[in-house]
């Protein structure tokens, strides 16, 4: 048989291909026992070799065919290379089989059928014919990648099939695609439109398929493989991961606002709860969702209400239509939620007086189940607020501040408000006009030191009972202060009838009161003022007004009324401002001297000067010394103005000529006071003035205040060498005795006898017979007040001395009166 298969194949002439190869004959559990499969030699000669051997990957799938193998020390090509023509070299290796290449589609027959002649020898013609087993036998059956298992001999037909179709699939290296893919991927996430996971998704399973699909034609067009697996598996974990980390985010977001979510309910639950105020929150229907502690206490209804109750049940209507009305307003636009509400108040019927706002609020969120849309809901939240003590201390306070605590009587404020009221409308005729009265009680002190201040206080209120029932056509009165009442007229009364009522006033409060056992009885004084419509705020006026005729009651002394009488009141008014003012205005520099000359009549030449002070006040304008040397002396002010001019005078004095004497105004004050020698020598000693150039001036009214001191005080600065003339002679009591008694130098004979001297025969008799007193006592005579030159002639021929007057010079000052005695020297010289 082996000499008849020979032949057959020397007949093929090369035809023929016999397999070699190694094979283990050994069982699984044996060691392997390795022997070499190979044809005899007399089958070897006329054959081709080629090697059987189907090498099998680690992972025990057969995925490539060798091209050629060592057999024996020899080169031999493999069956596949062999049946496709050749040891062909496809610039690998390994031929890659192609398994989509259908194994059904090699045309298989049965061994014993050929052998058997049952197959039509035309259907073999031409055709490469391999003879191999069927793979029953184990050990001839191999793991492919796509059909499972496989016969080695059909590998073989595959792996030729994949040379002759020129398929031998060429791999492309994974590396720089899966390195491109995952920059593809991390890129994904990059733009703003693929934010959303859902759409890089997408995109990564679009990107899949593609690769996919071009990985498809790639290897049945051109035998290319694709590292499509790598690629696809990044796609994978790619989407996996993002998925899974969108997960974890989502749901850690979720956990992170939902625990906010529970501690801010928290917080709020906490915050209502604990409130001093109530709070109720109700919705659209008037059903309350959330109420506190304090609802109840401050509403009165049952600690058992729960939310779901509805609003109508627990508070006083007015709150439920002011949350309805709330909520519609905010629902129509109309209303723009804004900060500050302003509280408005009501009664509760359980007599608390409540203070409330309510807070309307759109709230928006997402609904629940199916149709998930975003929805809106209004709410309304009341907050109340228990003011009921608080209500009680402002009306008291009110009270308080409108009336007086101890009488019941009104307070100032309260009056003046009653009778503005009063006035308006009421117009001042000719009968009258309203009178406002203003009462202060005369020994009332006395009897609150005496019998106790609680008596005081009984009579007080006593008082104001009599006031309050006079039935004088007075409203109720006011108590201003201490001891001080007020009333005024409801109708206009003519002059005479104000002081009837007045009278009748006195009358009733001077009524002795008896005092829970104890009589007492005070006098009164009245102030009166008509109520004049022209003043800008006519009750303050009034009352003012009544109050200054009260004060002039008071000076008077005794029991009386005084009504108010404009032209002493501004009077004595600008005497107050004086007053106020004189103090601070030496501070403010606001004195100076003038000085006018004093001459001898004969030949007009100035022997001195007479200081004047004068007070130039911002306000108030230049003052009159003849205006505020009364205040000044009255308190006391003087002295201090005094000293002052006595050094300036001084001081001034020192500019004129030698001979030059200057005249200084002494105030009675200023000698009573005490102290007055040593401010004279002070003045002298500051500035170095010679005594004999210092004349004083002094009035009678020194003599008359304290004769005794003065004497020692005239005779003290005599004898240091300053001069005194008498003031004003002529206008007081002129007694003869003072001139003898005191050590005078000169009188000064008041201007109202020159004023007239010229026209009048008593003056012209008063000055001749002063002169003659004058020369008498061997005193020099100043006549004061010369305007004009027949004064001057008239004085002459009488022979005064000397003059003063605005004929020979007005007061001036220091400097004007040095330059003139400079010029008049100039002159001389
Ligand atoms: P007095 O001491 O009799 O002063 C003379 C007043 O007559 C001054 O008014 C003076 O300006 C004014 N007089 C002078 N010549 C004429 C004239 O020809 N015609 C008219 N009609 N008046 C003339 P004055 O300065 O207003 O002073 C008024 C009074 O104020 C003074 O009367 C004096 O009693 C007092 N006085 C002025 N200065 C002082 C002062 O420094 N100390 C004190 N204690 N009293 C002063
Ligand atoms: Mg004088
Ligand atoms: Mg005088």
Known sequence: DDLALSRVLEAADGGVILPVGTRNFGTAREPPVVGRELPIPILRNHVWLALAEVPVDRDGVVRTL????????????????????????????????DYSISPETVPTYSAADLLGDRIDPAILRGKTVLLGTDGVRPGDSYFVTAQGSMPGSLIQILGAETLLQDRNLQSLPATPFILAFALLLFGLSRPQWLSELSHQLIVCFALAAVVAVVGMILQTHYAIILPTVPVQLLFWLYAVSRSLNELTIRRWRFLQSSMEASNMRHMLTHIIADSSDAILVVDEEGTILETNRRAPEIFDFDTNVRPGTKLSSVVPGELVAGARASILELKS???????????????????????????????????????????????????????????????RLEYMSR????????????????????IVGRKPDAAGSQVVFALNLHRFKTINATLGRTVGDTLLKAIVSRLDRCELGLPASARLGGDIFALYTLEAVSGAAAQQISRRLAEILETPFDLDGIRAQIGVRIGISPVSGKSPSPAATSLMQAELALDSATRTGGSGAVTFDPHSFAHQEKAREIERELWSALDKREFHIVYQPQVTLSDRKIVGAEALVRWNHPRLGAISPADFIDIAEANGFVEKLGRWILHRACEDALAWPDQITVSVNVSPIQFARGGFVGDVKAALRASGLKPQRLHLEITESAFINSPDDLLDTLHELRELGVSFALDDFGTGFSSFGYLSKFPLDAIKLDQMFVRNITSDRVSQAIVQSIKALADGLDLTLICEGVENEDQLRFLRLVGCHQGQGYLFGKPQTSDNLAQSFRSEAVLAG
């Open 333 to 395: 636009g109309a209303a723009e939620r804004s900060g500050d509400q302003v509280p408005r108040l009501t009664e509760l019927p359980s007599g608390r007086s409540v203070e409330y706002t309510i807070t309307p609020s759109c709230l928006s969120g997402r609904g629940h189940g199916r149709g998930r849309a975003d929805k809106k809901w209004y709410v309304a939240c009341i907050t109340a607020r228990d003011v009921t003590e608080k209500r009680h201390q402002e009306a």
């Open 403 to 422: 009336f007086d605590d101890l009488t019941g009587a009104m307070r100032r404020s309260e009056f003046l408000k009653r009778l503005e009221k009063d």
């Open 66 to 97: 060798p091209y050629e193998g060592l057999f024996d020390g020899r080169f031999v090509p493999s069956v596949a290379a062999a049946l496709a023509g050749g040891l062909q070299r496809h610039g690998g290796a390994a031929i890659t089989i």
